[in-house]
């Protein structure tokens, strides 16, 4: 891997400006660059060309999604952005089709990922504290983990042919922020799959 897309998913709110997930942002385009990487970012809540994000995505080795979980998903901006770039990717630079044919109309959706051999790494930020996952008496994930909640995400980039790295989560940011080592966590993560 050389080259990385950092994708910053976050949409601002009053109450929510967006400065944690920027400071994921940019720890990861700074790391990666000092390791010699050639690094891209992109930030779905201010304007984009479609093609040019397109281009992005056939030029990384590796994206990076670094986004805030908004109402157990991602937030609205990043759903937008999906749609129109994801859904322009479908003619070959991201997948062609569904991956179905005329042969065998019910066999094999989603196979038809263009980007086969290229890694995804999601990097998450949770206003919920981490023991609310995986943990079967919790109220509401019921003992689901991050990557459970993060199922359907996991399933776009399968459906371009991507590999997942490791996620990273940073939990209770809101409550009980603990920014600085969670800013190590996420270093020593980076350092670990790049």
């Not at 062609?96 to 990097?123: A, C, F």
């Amino acid at each position: 891997m050389k080259n990385i897309l950092v994708i910053n998913a976050h949409h601002p709110y009053p109450f929510s400006e967006g400065k944690l997930n920027q400071t994921f942002s940019n720890k990861a385009e700074s790391l990666l660059k000092n390791k010699g990487y050639q690094v891209r970012t992109t930030q779905t809540a201010d304007s984009y060309d479609v093609e040019l994000e397109l281009d992005n995505h056939q030029w990384a080795d590796a994206i990076i999604l670094q986004t805030p979980v908004n109402w157990m998903g991602v937030p609205w901006s990043f759903k937008k952005y999906m749609d129109e770039v994801y859904t322009a990717g479908m003619g070959g630079q991201l997948c062609e089709g569904d991956g179905r044919n005329s042969t065998q109309p019910k066999k094999n959706y989603g196979s038809g990922g263009t980007l086969t051999g290229k890694k995804y790494m999601l990097s998450l930020t949770f206003n919920a504290p981490e023991e609310a996952f995986n943990d079967q008496a919790e109220y509401l994930f019921k003992g689901k983990s991050v990557d459970d909640l993060f199922f359907p995400m996991h399933m776009n980039f399968r459906f371009f042919g991507m590999e997942p790295l490791e996620t990273f989560a940073s939990y209770d940011v809101m409550k009980n922020p603990q920014i600085e080592s969670d800013l190590l966590r996420f270093e020593k993560h980076l350092n670990t799959h790049f």
